[in-house]
């Protein structure tokens, strides 16, 4: 009973980390606006296989991670701020060929929204 136990502990645990290993970087977005906001991040493969992630909607002083796939090669960040009901701004979108780890703070309100990349 005793080393089952300890296969399949050792067995999760590899799961577990592959998992988590399993990113190549990552997108962390951080609203210091006064508006709701929603972001997403877009990637692409060697391959040509894309994937798209979005945010829940998000309030103020709310932070998200979107997580890039190991394979990616290729991703593209954006965030729309609310400004009525169903009707959305774009804040910014980037491209970037290098995934890696980035970090984005959005700010300003909602009819003078702002972006700035920061240290992560």
């Known amino acids: 009973m005793s080393s089952n136990f300890s296969y399949l502990l050792i067995l999760l645990s590899t799961i577990i980390l592959g998992v988590y290993s399993a990113n190549k970087g990552s ?9 709701v906001a ?15 992630y979005g945010t829940d909607n ?31 701004k774009r804040i910014f979108q980037e491209e970037f060929n290098t995934p890696s780890v980035r970090c984005y703070d959005i700010s300003g309100t909602t009819f003078h929204p702002g972006m700035s990349r920061r240290d992560c």
């Open 58 to 88: 998000f309030l103020a002083g709310q932070c998200s991670v979107l997580e890039l796939p190991y394979e990616s090669v290729w991703g593209q960040v954006w965030c729309d701020n609310f400004v009525f009901i169903g009707t959305t």
């Open 27 to 35: 997108v962390q977005i951080c609203n210091r606006g006064a508006y």
């Open 38 to 52: 929603k972001c997403g991040l877009n990637s692409r493969t060697n391959d040509g296989r894309t994937r798209s």
